[in-house]
T-cell receptor, first 114, second 114 residues
């Protein structure tokens, strides 16, 4: 089955700096890769996703890149702000897996210092 | 915009008791998913339903069961509760069961078993 590894587990940056979180996956059939942001006491919130027919996707300060050959994908946050502080999860899913059966990484706790 | 509604937000039960968690998906979403998240852990997929039929099963214990009703809301029934069942339980919904249909999570039910 699919296995998703996420690094780093914790990340501390200064406000205004960029943050990068990386994930690798094992199942070459995976072709949907969402990223979730989870704040304390709340459920995971979808912030961006990418499908395997796209190499990069950007939404304002957030971008995701996908390298299918190497089986890894990354989240880039530019001009970080204190409100970006949260736990970020990457996930992978495939049509060969099952409907919506997302396999999550272990999460990255991002701290943005003012 | 309407989000996924879960109730109750908090639930305290004793060992061997039963618990019922409820989930109301985003309007027009026909697919619901249940996830379990232990402290400091990533969400683990339990079970999903599409159009009131079970569509996939993950690491759901035999003591747990779930169903989706005609109005698309779902309930997770947990019996013979154990201390290890203490966790956050999230429901997510999507429009359609496609593997790459974005999942939107509720804010969860925190279950504490004493």
């Amino acid at each position: 089955g699919e296995n998703v590894e996420q690094h780093p587990s914790t990340l501390s940056v200064q406000e205004g700096d960029s943050a990068v979180i990386k994930c690798t996956y094992s199942d070459s059939a995976s072709n949907y890769f969402p990223w979730y942001k989870q704040e304390l006491g709340k459920g995971p919130q979808l912030i961006i996703d990418i499908r395997s027919n796209v190499g990069e996707k950007k939404d304002q300060r957030i971008a995701v890149t996908l390298n299918k050959t190497a089986k890894h994908f990354s989240l880039h946050i530019t001009e970080t702000q204190p409100e970006d502080s949260a736990v970020y999860f990457c996930a992978a899913s495939s049509v060969a897996g099952s409907q919506g059966n997302l396999i999550f990484g272990k999460g990255t706790k991002l701290s943005v210092k003012p | 915009a309407a989000g996924v509604i879960q109730s109750p937000r908090h639930l305290i039960k004793e060992k061997r008791e039963t618990a019922t968690l409820k989930c109301y998906p985003i309007p027009r979403h026909d697919t619901v998913y249940w996830y379990q998240q232990g402290p400091g852990q990533d969400p683990q997929f339990l079970i999903s339903f599409y159009e009131k039929m079970q569509s996939d099963k993950g690491s759901i214990p035999d003591r747990f069961s779930a169903q989706q009703f005609s109005d698309y809301h779902s309930e997770l029934n947990m019996s013979s509760l154990e201390l290890g069942d203490s966790a956050l339980y999230f429901c997510a919904s999507s429009f359609g069961p496609q593997y790459n249909s974005p999942l939107h999570f509720g804010n969860g039910t925190r279950l504490t078993v004493t």
